[in-house]
Structures are given as C-alpha cells and as structure tokens.
C-alpha cells in the first residue's frame, strides 16, 4: 500500500519561490491520477492543482493559475508543486494525495512573510 510524504516547505518572502516534492514508497503511483491540496488554520482543506497518471494532463485552482506548476516523475514515484510568485493567501499546509484519497499525511508547512 502507497505511503505519500511531503516536503520542502518553508518560509518564503512574498514574490519568492517553493518547490514541494510528494514521494510515494510502497508501490508505484504511475496509474493514480495525483493532487495537491492545502489548509489554512480554521479553513477547510482545499484543492491546489491534480496532474494525470502520465503527467499529460493537469488542472489548477483559479487561485494559483500562472504560479504554480504540478509535474511528476513517475521513475521516482514523485509528484511535485513549485510555487512561484508565492502570495500571502498561499500560506498553507500542503497536502498530497491520491485523487479521491481518504487519508492524509502530516503535509508540510508553508509560510509567506511580509
């Protein structure tokens, strides 16, 4: 069974750039169509940007339309979001998931300052 785990958060000034990495371990995710979600403190989790099983295809938020990017690299079973032009709404706990995942991992932290 797949195992996701996120990283490469941080704190970003605003305008500044993240790269966030979701590694799959267990088996290969190359058939499961992935996303990327967020939750802000108080907020419910909402949805970021998904990318299709052989990164054909992707679809974002009309929030980060032109700033973020969703790509995989299916041989090392990892999907990514960098996050450019970083906004003080983009402040965030960033989750990945299968599509239509039921569980979630501890994600990681994004900060924007100033």
């Known amino acids: 069974q797949v195992q996701l785990v996120e990283s490469g958060g941080g704190l970003v000034q605003v305008g500044g750039s993240l790269r966030l990495s979701c590694t799959a371990s267990?088996?290969?995710?190359?058939?499961?169509?992935m996303g990327w979600f967020r939750q802000a403190p108080g907020e419910e989790r909402e949805f970021v940007a998904t990318?299709?099983?052989?990164?054909?295809?992707?679809y974002y938020d009309d929030s980060v339309i032109g700033r973020f990017t969703i790509s995989r690299d299916n041989a090392k079973n990892t999907v990514y979001l960098q996050m450019n032009s970083m906004k003080p709404e983009d402040a965030a706990v960033y989750y990945c998931?299968?599509?239509?995942?039921?569980?979630w991992g501890q994600g990681t932290q994004v900060s924007v300052s100033s």
């Open positions: 990318i299709s099983g052989s990164g054909t295809n992707t």
């Open positions: 998931n299968v599509m239509g995942g039921t569980s």
């Open positions: 267990g088996r290969s995710t190359s058939t499961y169509h």
